[in-house]
């Protein structure tokens, strides 16, 4: 990625999007190799796609310790795991529909 930031996601968000050509969200950072001061090095993120690509469009290989994505961790935010963000996306639908007020545009 050109930003050298790793909390500026929006680029990796565009790329991912692109490649699987589905809605993409970030759920955290797993881990960054070479850099400091949360710039530069090879960073990792945990991506959840919001729907299952059309078939082909991986090309590297998924994560063979799956566990590691959604086992508990102590410093981890509870939303921050598989199924997670989707919990928390539709209890924030669903809050909006019982207020009157539905979401006006996709989640970003």
Request: proline share 10%; no cysteine.
């Amino acid at each position: 990625m050109e930003v050298p930031w790793w909390a500026e996601v929006e680029p990796v968000v565009a790329h991912v999007r692109q490649v699987l050509g589905v809605e993409v969200l970030v759920l955290r950072l797993l881990d960054v190799d070479g850099g400091e001061g949360g710039r530069d090095g090879h960073v990792t993120y945990h991506v959840e796609a919001l729907e299952r690509p059309e078939p082909g469009r991986l090309t590297a290989p998924l994560p063979t310790d799956h566990g590691a994505l959604d086992r508990p961790e102590r410093l981890r935010a509870p939303w921050a795991r598989i199924d997670g963000l989707r919990e928390l996306l539709g209890w924030a639908a669903d809050a909006l529909k019982t207020a009157g007020r539905p979401p006006t545009g996709p989640i970003r």
